[in-house]
Every structure is written in structure tokens, then in C-alpha cells.
């Protein structure tokens, strides 16, 4: 079974910085867009933008701002999202999800991240 | 920026028939794909492309679309599907982008 897993809960300071992890099978690695949706308490889903795993291209929702950095690792087929300069507004659910086959879908997604920004 | 408009609630009797829409400028022209998400879970593709079921997802589940109107319904409602549903586009004439509504969260009474 296709799985996407996310590394723990996260509580940082404002303007700390957190990496979230997302470790995927060789498959989904070679051949899969990977995104990252979040979404804060109470709140909808929002998407933040996509990673081509193995080259590493990146495309991010107009809407978000400088602080969000996505990045893989071939070696371990994961991908991360780094956040910098946290505010209290990051405060949120981080998923990952898989985009079948470029299709605008995302058939698999992580369990969650939750970040929590507090001082 | 592009907005998918949803209900914010639907209620529904268990047995009977929920419908949850999904409007916007130009669905017309692209797939529409829903979401359930229960509470504390991670969302769970239901309808792909208007109107494709994958895998597991029971028969109850359906999907529509006419002119800029996507519709989910789910008939023979059940006390499990009580959750929050999304549609999402993709949409790239403007910039590569994905666009959620803003969620219905469907009541079993």
C-alpha cells in the first residue's frame, strides 16, 4: 500500500524556523509530483505548492509568502517543507499529498504535520 | 484569485440523499475532484474528474457537473459520513495552481 509519512508535531517560537519531513517509496519519488496543502485550526485546505522529487523543480501558490522552502533527498526519497521566520499564522496542519499521474488529483496524502507556533 | 464556492453545511437524514455543490467561473472546462475529511484525519479522495470513483470508495459516492456547477452526492446517507468535503481544481491557463472550495461539512441528523 502507497504510503506518505510525516515526521511528528512540531512547536517552535515565532520567528524559529521548522523542517517538516515526508518519506516516500521509490516510486512515488521517480514518478510523482509531490505537494504540500495546509491547513490551519478550523480552517480549510490551502495548497502551498509542488516538488518534482527527482529534479528538484519547485512551483509555489502565489499566495505564500518567502518563508517556505521545498527541497528532496534522493537518497532517502524524502521531501521537506521548511518554514522560516514563523508567526503565530503558520500555526497549522502541514500534509503532503501525491498528484496521480499530473492529473490536478492528489490520490495519496500524509497523515499531518501539525506545527504549532507559540511563544 | 480563483474561489470555488461550497455551502458551508448541509444536514441530511440518515437514508436519504446529501448534495453538496461546487461553483466557479470556469469548471465547466476542467476536472473536479472531491475530498472527505473527518475530523483529526488527513482528507480522503472520493470523486476524481467529475465524476470517477477510485478504489474502496463505496457506490453511494457520485459526481456531476453542469455548466459551472460540480455536484457530490451521496445517497443512502450513513452516520460514518459525517465529515467535511472539498472539491479542488487544477488550473494552469493562468499559472500553475490548485485551487480547494472552502468545505462543506455534512451533517447526519
Known amino acids: 500500500q502507497v504510503q506518505l509519512v510525516q515526521s511528528g508535531t512540531e512547536m517552535k517560537k515565532p520567528g524559529a524556523s521548522v523542517r517538516i519531513s515526508c518519506t516516500t517509496s521509490g516510486d512515488t519519488f521517480n514518478n510523482y509530483y509531490i505537494h504540500w496543502v495546509r491547513q490551519a485550526p478550523g480552517q480549510g485546505l490551502e495548497w502551498m505548492g509542488l516538488i518534482k522529487p527527482t529534479s528538484g523543480d519547485t512551483s509555489y501558490a502565489p499566495g505564500v509568502q518567502g518563508g517556505v522552502t521545498m527541497t528532496s533527498d534522493t537518497a532517502t526519497t524524502t521531501v521537506y517543507l521548511q518554514l522560516s521566520s514563523l508567526s503565530f499564522g503558520d500555526t497549522a496542519v502541514y500534509y503532503c499529498a501525491r498528484e496521480a499521474s499530473s492529473l490536478g488529483v492528489f490520490d495519496i496524502w500524509g497523515r499531518g504535520t501539525m506545527v504549532t507556533v507559540s511563544s | 484569485s480563483y474561489v470555488l464556492t461550497q455551502p458551508p453545511s448541509v444536514s441530511v437524514a440518515p437514508g436519504k440523499t446529501a448534495r453538496i455543490t461546487c461553483g466557479g467561473n470556469t469548471i465547466g472546462s476542467r476536472g473536479v475532484h472531491w475530498y472527505q475529511q473527518k475530523p483529526g484525519q488527513a482528507p480522503v479522495l472520493v470523486i476524481s474528474?467529475?465524476?470517477d470513483r477510485p478504489s474502496g470508495i463505496p457506490e453511494r459516492f457520485s459526481g456531476s457537473k453542469s455548466g459551472n456547477t460540480a455536484t457530490l452526492t451521496i445517497s443512502r446517507v450513513e452516520a460514518g459520513d459525517e465529515a467535511d468535503y472539498y472539491c479542488?481544481?487544477?488550473?494552469?491557463?493562468?499559472?500553475?495552481?490548485?485551487?480547494f472550495g472552502s468545505g462543506t461539512k455534512v451533517t447526519v441528523l
Open positions: 474528474d467529475d465524476s
Open positions: 479542488q481544481i487544477w488550473d494552469s491557463s493562468t499559472g500553475l495552481f490548485y485551487v
